[in-house]
């Protein structure tokens, strides 16, 4: 199952990540580091691109060198709080579609309830990563995914900055197939659902709604 779980530990999100947890962090400086943190993880995410040659001139002489191969990339964001992970991955994936899922999670049940998708209609040519900074019980990334599936999409991947082991689980058992990148892998679930240490709630810290 670990397999396919891949937690950054460079030295720079790693000291990112700890002001994001930090309480004391505001909602500008908290968005903005986010948004530093995802675009050090699409560096990551998209080292298995395929390449291709092509010949160019330099000032000095014809030169075959690599660009990135045909396959196109979309990233699609959970809605609220992967929102704030989708300018950083643009920033090194400028032509990359944007595809959006709404889902929140109920916070009696836990479970995921839809309310948006609006997709790239080419998502079975596309390479896909998944972004939503939080891994906790998995219920919306699974449905997320699933959703990406229903409508065609084959090659996924999720992105996020804090998964919980009970959200890693949910999503290796549900869907076998997905790579899972995160920052870090913390302790445990609360009763709450909430992951533990974690950062508490992203949207609403990203949003100042609470
Ligand atoms: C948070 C988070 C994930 C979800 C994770 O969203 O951004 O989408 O919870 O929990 P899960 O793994 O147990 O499903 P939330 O429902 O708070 O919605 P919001 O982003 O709109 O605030
Ligand atoms: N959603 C969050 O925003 N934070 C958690 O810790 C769990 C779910």
Do not use: W
């Amino acid at each position: 199952m670990m397999e396919k779980v891949f937690v950054f530990d460079h030295p720079l999100i790693q000291h990112k990540l700890t002001y994001i947890r930090d309480k004391n962090t505001g909602a500008k400086e908290f968005r903005e580091l986010v948004e530093e943190v995802s675009m050090l993880m699409a560096y990551e995410v998209t080292r298995n691109l395929p390449l291709e040659e092509v010949e160019i001139q330099t000032p000095l002489a014809k030169a075959k060198s690599k660009v990135i191969a045909g396959k196109k990339v979309g990233i699609v964001p959970i809605l609220r709080a992967g929102l704030g992970m989708v300018n950083g991955m643009l920033q090194l994936l400028p032509t990359a579609r944007v595809g959006h899922i709404g889902l929140y999670r109920d916070p009696d049940t836990l479970n995921p309830v839809d309310y948006y998708c609006k997709l790239p209609q080419d998502i079975e040519e596309r390479e896909l990563i998944i972004l939503d900074p939080m891994l906790a019980t998995g219920g919306s990334a699974s449905a997320a995914i699933s959703f990406i599936k229903e409508r065609g999409g084959k090659n996924i991947k999720l992105m996020c900055l804090i998964a919980a082991p009970e959200g890693i689980e949910r999503v290796c058992r549900d869907h076998p197939d997905v790579e899972i990148y995160t920052a870090a892998v913390d302790e445990k679930l609360n009763s709450h659902g909430y992951i533990v240490p974690g950062l508490g709630d992203a949207g609403d810290r990203m949003y100042g709604t609470k």
